[in-house]
């Protein structure tokens, strides 16, 4: 069963706003209202009514997701979630499992087949990537072993070392 769930999971080197999925992640700061990395990327290239929209959300807490349409995207919807600062504490792997766990279960919610993540909590916000790579996909397995309304899961990365980590980790568990 785990080789049926896995095959569905698929890491890859690209930009996340370019993807042809029903929804894209984006890994956003508590506002909602853009900011840096791909939080940025995404409200630029999505339009300024991705911001609008946004400003009527009332923000998201670390660990949430909340979710809008795609407007000038490919996807028809971003599911918005707010990862932890990274500061070695044990709540830090909870809380971004939250941010998996809830924004599949937005994806659910919305009949959502194909999504695609970035690295939650990596850039500025400081979780090593070998960490947040374990909880990303242990946590997308255990989702989709209970779950079959998604079909594809993509974890879009910015670097090919961070694509190594994740390819490498994947065929691991496999």
Do not use: W
């Amino acid at each position: 069963m785990n080789n049926l769930i896995i095959q569905k999971m698929k890491p890859i080197q690209g930009d996340i706003t370019r993807l042809k999925v029903d929804a894209i992640v984006n890994a956003a700061n508590k506002t909602l209202l853009g900011g840096g990395g791909v939080d940025g990327a995404i409200h630029r290239a999505a339009g300024p009514q991705l911001l609008e929209e946004c400003r009527t959300l009332n923000g998201c807490q670390t660990g949430e997701a909340k979710i809008t349409k795609g407007y000038n995207l490919q996807a028809a919807y971003v599911i918005h979630t707010v990862g932890p600062v990274y500061t070695g504490k044990p709540d830090d792997s909870r809380l971004l499992s939250d941010c998996y766990k809830k924004s599949l279960a937005l994806a659910d919610e919305y009949h959502v087949t194909s999504i695609a993540f970035p690295a939650i909590s990596c850039g500025i916000y400081g979780y090593p990537v070998e960490k947040a790579c374990r909880i990303a996909l242990d946590t997308t397995v255990s989702y989709l072993k209970v779950n079959n309304t998604i079909q594809k899961v993509f974890f879009v990365l910015f670097s090919s070392s961070h694509l190594s980590v994740y390819q490498a980790y994947l065929d691991s568990i496999k």
